[in-house]
């Protein structure tokens, strides 16, 4: 398989997806979700369930959804909280800066500004472009970092953009149809003992 073939998921059937193996730094933190998940926003991402996306370097990664993005006055920042899309259900939390959360609440609530947003406007170049994210992986977590990579097919081939998890997820979430955030099971296992 090239590296630009990616073959959509049907029912419970896995997708095989070619990924290169650089996986650069992140500076999001990631912290363990206190045991159950939030579901106060009503903004969910149009990921169809899926659940296991194998890759070629060996990596498995599950699909995740965007449950919420709240900010308790007793935390220092905003949190964003990630589903795996089937059981388990393992669930992360993870810390990200105030403007990022609110561009996050607008992209899933649908809410555009009078004048666009820096996502905004990068979804729009994207679209001009017409080029489409296929997928935002979460790669690793190493010493408080979330590692995390932005997948893009353009005319030109396929091109994989190191990116915080926050502007990779807003961007996948303000695509026409909603790309799918994954999140490699070595990540979850580092919170989750099975």
Known sequence: MSDADVTPEVDDTPVQVSVPDNHQADHEQVHESDGEADHEGDGK?????????????????????????????????????????EAPYRHLSVPIALPEAQALYAALTYMTGRRPSTHELASAIIRQFQADIIAVRVTRYEAGVFYAELDVMTPRGREVFDARPSDAIILALRQAVSAPILCDEEVLRQFFVS
């Open 45 to 85: 991402s149009d990921v169809a369930p899926s659940e296991v996306v194998e890759v070629t370097n060996e990596s498995v990664f599950r699909v995740m959804t965007v449950e919420s993005v709240t900010f308790d006055l007793g935390d220092t920042s905003p949190h964003v909280h990630l589903m795996e899309s």
